[in-house]
């Protein structure tokens, strides 16, 4: 195959956003989290078709990979079409991959565009490090772990298709789908395409609300306010539809972690939202809860949760019992010293 005679790129950032992505003659698409590996993939595609709509697109898995393939199929076409080759599972490739990419990078002709997908971890580093050397674009697709990053990504959903969106609502998503981005993302798509206007968090409660109210957040904010029926009555009605005791723990421990957080930053200045590593409803909601809580109380509850967290992961012999006992006394801690 003849060099190209095209300038390498420059050196590429750290990581860029998956709607972000642009062609190139290599790119690399690295990050555990599947759906926005998914679309920056499915994005770079449409490029690809936009340059060429008949361009000749092969899969291939790293894992089978065999010495001479990424050669073969990047050779000259006899039609001269366009080709792009998406290698999946880059974590899980053969040596032979490693060696043939390494050799691939110092001569990648313009028309065509290689596509790796590895989806996260150390294992193929050697691959890794050598696309990093030769400059070529990586797309960032990590986890979205925090409820701040998991807003912003409900805001551009709706951004990007030109719809308006309440905060409010975006919490309300966030709190019943925000667990699983894949489902997080179908629910933005199916609000933007069945409702018309702004989005609020009215209908968002249409839409959801039976997993808004049968949520763990729920049950937590009820035992919070100190309303033990209430909490209870959530929690059991969750329990009915399905909800594992783990995440209903996990609900309560989250708020409880955020409202400490934000409590330790009372009477003191120089703490910003961004430093506490939340998104600006957050710090208002628990400023809110804090109302009626002591440090005394606060720490009761956090003690509670975390015997509880322990019950559920199996210490204890009943673990929807272990979550009741949990939101009862959080529910009187409120207030406690």
């Known amino acids: 195959m003849p060099p190209s005679k095209t300038r390498r790129p420059s050196p590429a950032p750290a990581g860029i956003a998956w709607d972000a992505a642009a062609l190139a003659p290599v790119v690399l698409v690295r990050g555990a989290e599947g759906l926005l590996a998914d679309r920056a993939v499915a994005r770079l595609l449409d490029l690809a078709r936009e340059v060429d709509e008949h361009v000749e697109v092969t899969r291939l898995e790293a894992a089978a990979y065999e010495t001479g393939q990424l050669e073969m199929i990047a050779s000259p076409s006899l039609f001269g079409e366009k080709r792009c080759i998406v290698i999946g599972g880059v974590e899980a490739c053969t040596d032979a991959l490693i060696d043939d990419v390494d050799a691939y990078l110092r001569h990648a002709p313009d028309d065509v565009w290689v596509v790796l997908r590895h989806n996260g971890g150390q294992r193929g580093k050697r691959l890794l490090d050598a696309v990093a050397r030769a400059g070529f674009p990586v797309v960032a697709c990590e986890p979205i772990k925090r409820d701040a990053d998991k807003a ?35 629910a933005c798509s199916q609000l933007i395409a069945d409702t018309t206007g702004t989005v609020t968090a009215e209908v968002v409660g249409r839409y959801y609300g039976g997993r808004v109210e049968a949520s763990g957040f729920r049950v937590a904010d009820a035992a919070l306010a100190g309303n033990a029926g209430e909490a209870i009555a959530l929690l059991r009605h969750a329990v009915a539809t399905g909800a594992d005791p783990v995440p209903l723990v996990a609900a309560l ?51 509670a949760v975390a015997a509880a967290d322990a019950e559920v992961k199996g210490l204890g012999r009943d673990p929807v019992y272990a979550v009741e006992r949990a939101v009862l006394r959080v529910a009187a801690s409120r207030g406690g010293r």
């Open 152 to 186: 912003a990504f409900v805001s551009a959903e709706f951004a990007r298709a030109r719809r308006r969106v309440e905060p409010a609502a975006t919490q309300a998503l966030v709190q019943a789908l925000g667990s699983d981005l894949r489902e997080l993302g179908a």
């Open 253 to 303: 421990a989250v708020k409880l972690r955020t409202m400490a957080k934000v409590d330790a930053t009372r009477g003191r200045s120089g703490h910003t939202v961004a430093e506490l590593g939340m998104a600006p409803w957050q710090v208002d909601q628990a400023r809110r809860a804090l109302a009626g809580w002591s440090p005394e109380g606060l720490a009761a509850a956090i003690t």
